[in-house]
């Protein structure tokens, strides 16, 4: 193992420093860094907490109001779903017809917004080297904040239902959540080195992330059962607001590249933005080096070349030899490294990261439905305190084995233990049928989180610097088509055999993730083999 020292020096002595305004890509991260990171990490903990205690609100407004709709029942606090094992109970029968309707419109929903959210990202993610981190963030939260405005004066004055979709589409169109991840994924990015701390930064943000939505999931809980609906929407209109304030203040903009007002650059067209997102995956010309763009001729910063310099060293040392000398000679060398086609290594890293995100993205709430229902029936007090538990162990159980084992092992086979742990996980929970192996099933999957962490990190570190908000776009495209396609096979899946093997479902998690942690091997050779094979043209001085 090489230290966090050896990894940020260059590695071809007699080289000119690769020039970046960056500092985290050649001295680690300095105090600024870590004040961006906090910042950074911050904001996305105010959005997941509106985030959760929007969707915890949303669902059960929806149940309320249809339900007053068609039983006549008040809607102004939350109600409760029961869980009856007599199918002709005529309460069972009322809710069954409440929450097909809630499912069909949440459907719709998310359909709304996932759908055009596909296009947007690829349009904002494509620009967002030249527009900047700063305009990202205020963006994305702005879209946020209309969604959340146009709710609310649904709650406040029993409007239509259907006036939820523009607040939806506007959402979508403007900016969300996935542009969010978006922005802070690409932040971090600048911040970091393209090393192991940039894996940690990401890590950390999911972590914080993970801490803020059991915040928001236990205050949102108490707060719609004390007050009602429309308050809770209220007040995530007003977080949103302030996010957009804090947004406004502290981000300060990280990248170089932003595109000036008074430039005479040109904006890309949308087929040219999808070719900047996914150029990575069909274009030969896309260098992969860490920390070497195209302008640049030096060397890269990254521990797999280290092998060229020693070989280099090892000539001259051969030369100075030859002539008689025992004294080491220090190279001077001129010229630029000749990557290999990256294109396998591009397409395979999007294709483990879309296994690792799948299974948590499709899933949504059918893990909710299946302990609500026989044999467990849980409330939803146990339901929150089961998930506030799991996320909290998970996230930070991730975090500090994350850290130990990069100390020992590669931390491209830390992401094959995580990919394991979820497919073991899932089995667990495929079988069980008491509470006991509920809860074994977060213990067992303790680790799952660290395969998309340890994916998306190694493909960040690997990207050129100017193309971290190409690649980061393309990430959250795929996150978002895993939601909408995850759902579709998952939820139909889980209806088809509710009645004769109600684990099935998971089971066909389970084995996505088996699937991800042989292609994650497969990745590994990939990438090593794509550092064995680059050449390096350009002229060696030795001894005269």
Known sequence: MTSDKEEIQPLLRGLPDVPSNDVTRNHGISKRNIRNLIVAN?????????EIMFVMDLTQYLYARISSQLYGSNFSSPVRQPCSKNASSPELAKANKVQALVSSKLLYLGLSINLPSLFTTVLIGANSDRLGRRFLFFFSITGLFCRA??????????????????????????GGTFTITLAVNSYTADNTPASRARTLAIGLAGAAAAVAMVAGSLGGGYFIQLVGFSYPFLAVSGLVLLTL?????????????????????????PWQAVKSVFGFYFSKSVSAEPGLTSETTTSAVSVHESRH?????????NQSRLAGSNESVEPAVEGQWNPTDRRPEYILGIVVFFFSVLPELGLGTIDMLYVMNAPFCWEAKKIGTYNTVRGLLQKFVSLAALRGLSAVVREEWVGVLGFLSMACGFVIMGLADRDWMMYLTPAVGLLASLASIVVKSIMSQRAPPGKQGSLFAGLSVLETACMVLGGLIFNNVYSATV??????TFFLTSAIAALGALLMVAYIVVIRRSDNCRTYTGTIQGPS
Do not use: K, Y
């Open 42 to 50: 911050t904001i996305l903990g105010l959005v997941a907490i509106s």
């Open 149 to 174: 405005c146009v709710t609310t004066a649904v709650a406040f004055f029993d409007l239509d239902l259907n006036w939820l979709f523009v607040g939806f589409v506007l959402n979508a169109f403007i």
């Open 245 to 269: 304030i804090i947004t406004a203040v502290c981000i300060e903009e990280t990248n170089p590249e932003v595109l000036g007002p008074g430039s005479d650059r040109q904006w890309p067209t």
């Open 309 to 317: 310099q020693r070989d280099i060293h090892d000539i001259m040392n």
């Open 499 to 504: 009645t004769v093997f109600r684990g099935a």
